[in-house]
């Protein structure tokens, strides 16, 4: 796990998306990219992080 990646399941557990981070987590500790559901409620902020992180992913893949 990277620290934006840490520090965005933060933010998915301070919003109280328990199930979300869990996912998120499992997705980036197997080097997946995590697509968060479209019915969560998650702020903007949140959601640039969650593409910031997937991009970390390919990033390291190349």
Do not use: Y
Request: proline fraction near 5%.
């Amino acid at each position: 796990m990277t620290p934006k990646q840490t520090h965005t399941l933060w933010h998915l557990r301070r919003q109280g998306l328990q199930f979300e981070a869990e996912i998120a987590e499992q997705a980036w500790s197997n080097g997946r990219e995590f697509k968060p559901d479209e019915r969560a409620p998650l702020k903007r902020e949140t959601l640039e992080l969650i593409d910031q992180c997937n991009w970390e992913l390919t990033a390291e893949a190349v």
